[in-house]
Antibody, heavy 118, light 107 residues
Framework: QVQLQESGPGLVKPSETLSLTCTVS????????WTWIRQPAGKGLEWIGR???????NYNPSLKSRVTMSVDTSKNQLSLKLSSVTAADTALYYC????????????WGQGTTVTVSS | DIQMTQSPSSLSASLGDRVTITCRASQSISTYLNWYQQKPGKAPKLLIY???SLQSGVPSSFSGSGSGTDFTLTISSLQPEDFATYYCQQSYSTPRTFGQGTKVEIK
């Protein structure tokens, strides 16, 4: 059974870089797209971007200038970096697996809350 | 970007009711449409993929239909565990986009 676990600092200062890791267990991360999604408290879901295990990325244009995603196949981990954060980046951040055939997000982590505050 | 618009934003229904939620895409997305259920404090859960395919383990009371720009999620008989927020999502192109959500509440 595939499980995803997000981790990282829960508090980030404005203008700094948010860094999160998603650890995948129960299966290899190879041959899937791995996606980051965020959800501000009480609001809807925002797609941040995705990375294939080859390193190919697609980012949301609204965040593209600040986002970097990477994958470490040896550790079965993904990472997300979001630079120059503001209070608007405060949210619950999820990682999820995108199936490559029908393309739904079929496995999700439990999410990790990040607050941007001084 | 493809915009996804759900309606209604919220609804009140009783146990046993048939519930239908609509999702409209701003351009044709074929059948690259997925539905998720989210309960408070939990991650979204995939219910329906490719517009009408039921994810493994999801009750058959859930069904999806549509293609092109118009899609529906139907719950045939609302159960206590179905009270939640439902999101549609297009996986036709990037950036992937979600509808704003439909909150299903108890009447």
């Amino acid at each position: 059974q595939v499980q995803l676990q997000e981790s990282g600092p829960g508090l980030v200062k404005p203008s700094e870089t948010l860094s999160l890791t998603c650890t995948v267990s129960g299966a290899s991360i190879s041959s899937y797209f791995w996606t980051w999604i965020r959800q501000p408290a009480g609001k809807g879901l925002e797609w941040i971007g995705r990375i294939y295990t080859s390193g190919t990325t697609n980012y949301n244009p609204s965040l593209k200038s600040r986002v970097t995603m990477s994958v470490d196949t040896s550790k079965n981990q993904l990472s997300l970096k979001l630079s120059s954060v503001t209070a608007a980046d405060t949210a619950l951040y999820y990682c999820a697996r995108e199936d490559t055939t029908s393309r739904p997000l079929d496995v999700w982590g439990q999410g990790t809350t990040v607050t941007v505050s001084s | 970007d493809i915009q996804m618009t759900q309606s209604p934003s919220s609804l009140s229904a009783s146990l046993g009711d048939r519930v239908t939620i609509t999702c409209r895409a701003s351009q044709s997305i074929s059948t690259y449409l997925n539905w998720y259920q989210q309960k408070p404090g939990k991650a979204p859960k995939l219910l329906i993929y490719a517009a009408s395919s039921l994810q493994s383990g999801v009750p058959s009371s859930f069904s999806g239909s549509g293609s092109g720009t118009d899609f529906t999620l139907t719950i045939s008989s609302l159960q206590p565990e179905d009270f939640a927020t439902y999101y549609c999502q297009q996986s036709y192109s990037t950036p992937r986009t979600f509808g704003q959500g439909t909150k299903v509440e108890i009447k």
